[in-house]
């Protein structure tokens, strides 16, 4: 099972205090990462370290990565504590639902900044960290958090956030192209129907139509998030690149 150790790498989880990142990095922890976690309010990510913190060694580093400066300040504050990074997952995310006639600017704003921005931004400022922690033979990794809804015609008015993930699944690719030759690979989960906060409305109106439709029959568990981050993570996906996988009990692939 070396072929899912993770044992000396460090990685960075962005949106890690909850939902999904929470999940990614749990499964980090577990596989023997040492992980940082970064979202925006203080004291959920001082839960979340606190939560975390029997699988493994985690520390949290607040930021709102929705502006450049502090996805370089949050770069430099990791800076300060390691000379190598092996993984950044880019999971910190938003998203808007309104009708047509009432989508507002601010909308657009807020969700592409953190859905789309955020990532490259984020990406750009720990390519020096990234190109120190990846070799030939184990390249450091990006794993970019997409969504099924950048894959698919999404049923609700989220215009921006479809969008956002559709554009983060196409700059996962030119980035595979760009960075695969400095020993980086660049891939994304597009995770369909998980517990989340970002989730919950929907599920708890939906949950079960939405579970009815997936050929599995379900929506996600927090393992099946892991076990896909530890896979593009790890040995095993070393030769993984620009690849967009949907977690999602077959909704976007088979309907």
């Avoid at 956002?164 to 660049?186: C, D, F, N, W, Y």
């Amino acid at each position: 099972m070396d072929l899912f150790d993770l044992s000396g790498k460090t990685a960075v989880v962005t949106g890690g205090s909850r939902g999904i990142g929470l999940m990614i990095a749990r499964g980090l922890l577990t596989a023997g990462a040492r992980v940082y976690i970064s979202s925006r309010k203080a004291d959920g990510c001082a839960a979340a370290e606190r939560e975390l913190s029997q699988y493994g060694t985690v520390v949290a580093l607040p930021a709102d990565l929705s502006t450049e400066a502090e996805c370089l300040r949050l770069a430099a504050e990791i800076g300060k504590r390691e000379q190598a990074l092996n993984v950044l997952v880019n999971n910190a995310g938003a998203t808007w639902g309104a009708p047509i006639e009432e989508f507002p600017a601010a909308a657009w704003d807020k969700v592409v900044d953190l859905n789309l921005k955020a990532p490259f931004f984020l990406t750009r400022a720990f390519l020096p960290l990234l190109e120190a922690g990846g070799t030939h033979e184990d390249p450091a990794r990006v794993i970019n958090i997409g969504s099924i809804d950048g894959l698919r015609v999404p049923a609700l008015p989220t215009y921006s956030y479809s969008a956002s993930k559709a554009g983060l699944h196409h700059l996962t690719r030119v980035l595979a192209r760009e960075l695969g030759p400095r020993q980086i690979t660049v891939n994304a989960v597009a995770p369909g129907p998980f517990e989340s906060k970002m989730m919950a409305a929907t599920l708890e109106t939906l949950g079960d139509e939405i579970a009815a439709a997936a050929p599995l029959r379900r929506i996600g568990r927090p393992d099946d998030m892991a076990g896909v981050a530890v896979y593009l993570a790890s040995r095993a996906g070393a030769y993984v690149t620009g690849a967009i996988i949907p977690v999602d009990g077959g909704l976007a692939t088979t309907l």
